[in-house]
């Protein structure tokens, strides 16, 4: 056996865990982030700068992309006033009609403390979600505007869980339940919606998927991931566990400490809205920083 080039040279890093500080090479990122962009970084909150410093470590330009997506997420953030999205007075139109047909809960917690959150895209009746989220630029926005709700409501449950253990956490453990999914949701208004939603939110929320389990997968499932997964970038992808029986998904969260708090199978009638969640995050600490992390400031 001859070595070749690639293996003599020398190996990457890991990814830093969440909760380490930043390493040097990062905070060197960090730093030609707010050198470009500004010392505040347009507002950007902590936690993202955080997961945008490290999302784009394995990319060629990681110190280019870091402030490209930076910008991209402060303005997004500014023109849609996204830091005042959970105030019971922006609480979006139609919330209750969203909730109800795609239901997203938080259903427990592994040992590094990474919410479990199930999305039960199965069960979203496709014709009736399609007349009142798509069709219109209006109606995509609303439902835009719905998933950035969820997004923020998971973003800040991280923030007051890691001022709590004193240990930054900002990944997730997604369960996607595809129990009841039929060719009905094959219909290209459908798979578009669902193609936004992944171009759009993985990059303002980079770095904030730990693991993703796919339970109930019919048949037909293999036709929509093919018609999805290129828009899902390597990393995400290498996350993603395809566990048709929801009892061996069970088992394998179990070899990573996950503690349910409510079964599969009654997430619709027991696990709270994330539009209720939402009333008990108005007053939430701000990103938990590591001790003596070093954020480029100086």
């Not at 960090?30 to 410093?53: E, Q, W």
């Not at 595809?178 to 193609?195: A, M, P, R």
């Not at 995050?281 to 590591?290: G, M, R």
Request: glycine residues 6%.
């Amino acid at each position: 056996w001859i070595p070749s080039a690639a293996s003599m040279a020398p190996a990457k890093p890991p990814p830093s865990a969440e909760w380490d500080p930043l390493t040097p090479a990062e905070v060197d990122i960090l730093r030609h982030c707010r050198a470009t962009i500004g010392k505040d970084l347009n507002g950007l909150p902590d936690d993202l700068v955080t997961m945008m410093v490290r999302g784009y470590m394995s990319e060629k330009d990681p110190k280019g992309e870091s402030v490209n997506h930076m910008k991209e997420t402060a303005e997004w953030r500014k023109a849609g006033d996204v830091d005042s999205a959970l105030l019971p007075a922006k609480v979006p139109p139609q919330r209750s009609d969203f909730e109800r047909m795609w239901r997203t809960a938080v259903i427990g917690e592994d040992e590094a403390g990474h919410q479990v959150v199930m999305e039960s895209i199965g069960k979203i009746p496709p014709k009736e979600f399609g007349t009142l989220f798509t069709g219109s630029e209006a109606k995509e926005a609303l439902f835009l505007q719905q998933c950035t709700f969820n997004k923020e409501v998971l973003r800040k449950l991280n923030i007051k869980r890691s001022a709590e253990l004193k240990r930054r956490v900002y990944k997730m453990v997604v369960v996607l339940d595809l129990s009841g999914l039929s060719s009905s949701h094959l219909s290209s208004n459908f798979t578009n919606l669902l193609k936004t939603y992944i171009g759009k939110f993985s990059n303002l929320y980079p770095e904030s998927l730990y693991k993703l389990y796919v339970i109930n997968a019919p048949w037909i499932f293999s036709g929509v991931w093919t018609m999805i997964s290129p828009f899902v970038h390597p990393v995400t992808r290498a996350k993603v566990h395809i566990i048709s029986n929801p009892k061996y998904a069970v088992e394998d969260l179990a070899k990573i400490g996950v503690k349910l708090a409510i079964p599969f199978d009654q997430v619709y009638d027991k696990a709270k809205p994330l539009s209720v969640v939402a009333a008990g995050l108005q007053a939430v600490p701000p990103p938990y920083i590591p001790p003596g992390e070093d954020r480029a400031l100086k």
